[in-house]
């Protein structure tokens, strides 16, 4: 992220995924306003600066449901905003796709007034010409599907870093419960329990001796070097899916000595492949 955050107005045809857009932005970490009046543009921009530092990038949606206050947007757009760098993303698609969307929706179109649905489309169309001509970046959604159009997006404006999945490997006692938000789960009950040993007892899978007695045996070994693969072709699929969060569970009885243990190595392991892991422990220290 550069030192002075970016500003990127998201607007064009309704239908188009103005939304999808803004969502993708926001889960990047941009600071997110929608349906704003363009006046109002400026004030954001300060209120930002002020609150978050100016390197936060925003992201406003501006659209034809600011009726009369559109106007002003090209305007606005002209004289600057500040001295963030500005870029306008436009998205539109062809009128088959956005009867079709807004059809779905069942909702009419806001330019739409007591005439057909089309006739709605005509005249924002016509509307926003000006605008989709001063576009910095244009994008026909009409053959992309929502995870084409979030790859878009974040390939525009993401931060090289913002496009990579973070995956979390968390820790947990399955007599606690298995955690609701796991992806990807594996039992580590099959491997010999330190609780058993007494000057193992008392530490947890972080302690080296923990840890050694628990990673160097052969079968921990081959479930590591079988089940590392597998993550790493579920994260290939969830990127390609849009999704950039996963959470991998690794229970044992009490979350206290083997999936500690072997949360820590999965998660060093997948960071020497190159990504962002992070080890958590849901119920360490429960006991």
């Given at each position: 992220m550069s030192e002075q955050g970016e500003l990127v107005v998201i607007t064009g045809m309704t239908g188009a995924g103005r939304s999808t857009a803004a969502k993708e932005l926001e889960d990047l970490g941009w600071f997110v306003v929608d349906n704003l009046p363009p006046e109002l543009v400026g004030d954001v921009v300060r209120l930002v600066d002020e609150r978050r530092g100016q390197?936060?990038?925003?992201?406003v949606v501006v659209d034809v449901r600011a009726?009369?206050?559109?106007?002003?947007?090209?305007?606005?757009?002209?004289?600057?905003?500040?001295?963030?760098?500005?870029?306008?993303?436009?998205?539109?698609?062809?009128?088959?796709?956005?009867?079709?969307?807004?059809?779905?929706?069942?909702?009419?179109h806001p330019l739409q007034g007591g005439g057909r649905l089309i006739d709605g489309i005509d005249r924002e169309r016509e509307v926003m010409a000006p605008l989709r001509g001063d576009a910095d970046l244009v994008i026909d959604t009409t053959e992309l599907n929502v995870h084409q159009l979030k790859e878009r997006v974040a390939r525009a404006f993401g931060h090289p870093d913002a496009l990579r999945l973070l995956v979390t490997v968390v820790s947990f006692g399955f007599k606690y419960g298995i955690p609701v938000d796991s992806d990807l789960l594996a039992d580590m009950r099959f491997l010999p329990n330190p609780y058993w040993v007494p000057e193992l007892r008392d530490q947890t899978g972080q302690d080296p001796e923990v840890a050694a007695y628990v990673?160097?045996?052969?079968?921990?070994?081959?479930?590591?070097?079988r089940f590392v693969p597998v993550v790493q072709t579920v994260t290939a699929g969830y990127l390609r899916e849009g999704k950039r969060f996963m959470t991998v569970a690794i229970g044992c009885t009490g979350g206290k000595h083997r999936s500690v243990a072997m949360t820590e190595e999965i998660a060093a392991r997948l960071r020497a492949l190159g990504y962002q892991a992070r080890a958590t422990h849901r119920d360490l220290g429960r006991e």
């Open positions: 390197r936060q990038p925003i992201a009726g009369e206050f559109f106007g002003a947007l090209q305007e606005r757009l002209a004289n600057g905003l500040g001295s963030r760098r500005t870029s306008v993303l436009f998205l539109e698609a062809s009128v088959d796709a956005l009867v079709r969307r807004q059809e779905a929706a069942r909702r009419p990673k160097e045996r052969d079968d921990a070994q081959a479930f590591l070097d």
